[in-house]
């Protein structure tokens, strides 16, 4: 009985952004990253009306959740947002989260944007995480030729992780 | 190969959608897919902690006006008044409490305030269209604003949206994120619309449609609509490796 989803449409800058969406930590704390990226289209275009949500757990694996049964660790947000600019780009500042379950290092992503009727899901992991990426139970049901896809590189202030929604290096997107 | 005993969580499990529920991401009539739609079959992803879990926004997120679209200016907007309500429930009728419910929409005219949005139809310099509330104990909210009017847009020829309000919530976890639009009952413009009509079950089509609600219409003031927000709900607990039981 759940609600159908609908597309954000082309307007959605007027209601979703926040002014500390991108920071999931404040600028100035130790360890924290920007993740940057572009968003892409099946022709290579960059797309300049998605938003990018992310969530995931703190630096030592944590939520700020009841539904987490280790007990809910207050005060990590967790929680990022960011809309694309003209040229398609986002950026989120916050830090490496740590391992959950066993699985490598990953930070969940929402993409929105006029032309998706649903949200499409993704994942983050981290190039400099090579061995628990090989180890990861998610990504090894990834085929092999498509897990480059859902890794961030490494660069001077962080990562960068791109979103090809369709096409050519098309990224991996989940059925959640 | 039995984990040890110290390595099991218990994790609530979140139900997938029955088949034509949801709309497909590659949906030929509206034209914005083509281009944007993943072609790749999607991967299922177990829903472990990250999934399990998510965002829990509320009031800390509210301005004082946030939940009244009419008093955000000085002026009152044009347009009908009108008082939006309903329950933000999960799967099981389970009311969400305290949840984040952003909203936006278009002015009484059908044009939204957004730079690139320029059919001529005038802004509202008393209308924003931008609201946010939380929902109380019993997963109720409520949002008084202007009834947004249809516009044109380029889909099809003579294409014309339904007027909708643009609805965003969180729920409980990652897989209740929900992003859809609220329509009106009756609107003679949802049998050409590509986006309303993109979800295949007409039961399912209807659940995005308000109902006029007399009982909550203010007399001399506005009128009510009421619609519930329905979040994907939970399977069974299941065991899932590492850590401890509580």
């Known amino acids: 009985m759940t609600t159908p989803s609908q597309t954000v449409g082309p307007f959605l800058s007027i209601g979703l952004p926040w002014e500390d969406g991108p920071t999931v930590v404040p600028e100035g704390t130790p360890d924290a990253v920007w993740i940057r990226g572009t968003v892409y289209d099946g022709n290579g275009d960059v797309v300049p009306d998605a938003l990018i949500e992310t969530w995931q757990a703190d630096p030592d694996g944590r939520f700020d959740h009841p539904d987490d049964p280790r007990g809910r660790v207050p005060g990590f947000r967790g929680f990022g947002r960011c809309p694309t600019g003209k040229d398609g780009t986002y950026n989120v500042l916050t830090q490496v989260p740590g391992v959950v379950q066993g699985q490598a290092p990953h930070i969940d992503v929402s993409v929105f944007a006029r032309g998706l009727l649903d949200r499409v899901v993704t994942r983050i992991y981290f190039a400099d995480k090579a061995d628990a990426n ?39 997107f989940f059925d959640v | 190969m039995a984990a040890p005993a110290s390595d099991k969580l218990i994790l609530p499990r979140y139900r997938r959608d029955p088949e034509g529920t949801q709309p497909p991401l590659g949906s030929p009539g509206y034209g914005s897919t083509r281009l944007r739609h993943p072609k790749q ?97 019993e997963g109720r909210y409520e ?98 490796d590492e850590e401890d039981d509580q």
């Open chain 2, 41 to 137: 079959p999607l991967v299922l992803l177990p829903q472990k902690l990250t999934e399990v879990t998510g965002p829990l926004l509320g009031p800390g997120r509210l301005g004082e006006h946030d939940n009244d679209l009419t008093v955000q200016h000085d002026g009152e907007p044009q347009g009908q008044r009108i008082i939006v309500h309903g329950r933000l429930l999960d799967g099981d009728g389970r009311p969400i409490p305290d949840s984040l419910i952003e909203i936006w929409q278009a002015n009484a005219g059908g044009r939204y305030r957004h730079v690139n949005d320029n059919w001529p139809s005038p802004i509202d310099p008393n209308f924003t269209g931008v609201g946010r509330t939380t929902t109380d104990s």
């Open chain 1, 134 to 172: 090989a180890a990861d139970e998610v990504l090894r049901t990834v085929p092999e030729d498509r897990r480059h896809t859902l890794i961030a590189s490494k660069t001077g202030d962080g990562y960068r992780f791109d979103v090809r929604l369709q096409g050519e290096g098309e990224t991996v």
């Open chain 2, 143 to 240: 949002f008084t604003t202007i009834k947004p009017g249809a516009y044109p847009w380029g889909n099809h020829d003579n294409a014309w949206r339904p007027a909708h309000i643009h609805f965003s919530v969180f729920g409980q976890a990652f897989p209740q994120r929900l992003v859809t639009q609220m329509y009106f009952p009756d609107d003679p413009l949802f049998f050409q619309d590509p986006i309303f009509n993109s979800v295949p079950d007409e039961k399912a089509r209807q659940r995005m449609v308000s109902r006029y609600d007399h009982s909550r219409t203010t007399a001399q003031w506005a009128l009510g609509f009421e619609w519930d927000i329905v979040v994907r709900g939970r399977e069974q607990s299941v065991f899932e």
